[in-house]
């Protein structure tokens, strides 16, 4: 070892300066490898839940536009490698001018304060100034792709009246398809920002609630079993375990009353709710059951909503 630095310092150089840029070197090489296999473990992850996916619509329907899921999942998926590849490729480049910054720190010294000072604010006025709106979405983009708050093909409903499916997410912007079909174009930095409740995050199983009024003279327990039958009846039910009746109040004139059931996906709950509400009218003027005049609600995926549309 000694004879080593004998030797640098025999050829003119500082031997503690090229200790440091060996160090930084050598370090700088692992963690660039290291973020170089996060990228592409996260990307597999992003591509993988993708094409697990059935559909990329928050309410199934025989749209004019002919369009197979398969179609749908393969463009899906080569957005998210072309807007993951871009942001792979800023976060590599950041890394290495980070990097390249701390390998020439020690000799930053002998640059002259003042050209420093003028590049410095020459850049902060660019950036600030010109780059600031597209940073400002650049950044929340990556932060959205890493921190996985929502993904392209998940259901969501936006600060609660915006209800559909993630159709995709650029490095500036996130495009959400509506049950409409309208298309909501939100700026990253303003969607990071949004109240938002995702669907299929986890899983893609709903508890869906139906709510509805009946007078004091109603027998429960037949309307209990009656309920329940209904809602077992309905082929958008899960499987997974029968539906249940709760009594929620008791209003001055009315019973409040849920009946709930597991499904599927958050398409399979909209029309669980609307094939339930349909064979329950039908099921109370069949056996004489009387509601009271309130106007009926709907528990739209754990949140309390009236009417059957959704919010535009």
């Not at 959205?144 to 209800?163: A, H, M, N």
């Not at 500036?172 to 309208?182: C, F, I, P, Y």
């Not at 399979?268 to 349909?278: A, M």
Request: net charge positive; charged share 25%; hydrophobic share 45%.
């Amino acid at each position: 070892m000694r004879q080593i630095k004998h030797f640098i310092t025999d050829l003119g150089f500082d031997p503690h300066l090229v200790f440091y840029v060996v160090i930084v070197f050598s370090v700088g090489l692992i963690i660039f490898q290291i973020i170089k296999r996060s990228l592409r473990s996260i990307e597999e992850k992003g591509t993988s839940f993708i094409d697990k996916l059935k559909v990329f619509d928050a309410v199934r329907t025989k749209a004019p536009v002919k369009r197979s899921g398969k179609s749908q999942k393969d463009s899906a998926i080569e957005r998210f490698e072309e807007r993951f590849t871009i942001i792979k490729r800023m976060v590599l480049i950041m890394f290495v001018l980070v990097w390249l910054v701390v390998l020439i720190f020690p000799f930053i010294g002998k640059i002259s304060a003042t050209f420093v000072s003028m590049i410095a604010a020459i850049l902060a006025a660019v950036i600030g100034i010109a780059a600031r709106p597209f940073l400002e979405n650049l950044i929340s983009g990556i932060v959205i792709t890493f921190s996985r708050q929502f993904r392209t093909g998940d259901t969501v409903l936006i600060d609660g009246k915006d209800y559909g499916t993630v159709e995709d997410i650029t490095i500036t912007h996130s495009v959400v398809k509506l049950w409409d079909w309208k298309r909501l174009i939100i700026p990253n930095s303003k969607m990071l920002n949004k109240e938002l409740i995702s669907y299929t995050t986890k899983d893609s199983y709903i508890w869906a609630s139906v709510e509805f009024w009946v007078t004091y003279d109603t027998d429960i327990e037949k309307l209990r079993s009656m309920v329940v039958n209904v809602a077992s009846n309905s082929k958008y039910l899960a499987t997974r375990e029968r539906p249940k009746f709760w009594i929620m109040g008791m209003e001055k004139e009315a019973i409040k009353c849920w009946v709930c059931a597991w499904t599927k996906s958050p398409t399979d709950s909209w029309y669980l709710k609307i094939d339930v509400r349909q064979r329950l009218i039908e099921a109370f003027q069949k056996n004489g059951i009387k509601t009271h005049a309130y106007r009926f609600e709907d528990v739209r995926f754990g949140e309390e909503m009236h009417g059957d549309k959704p919010p535009q």
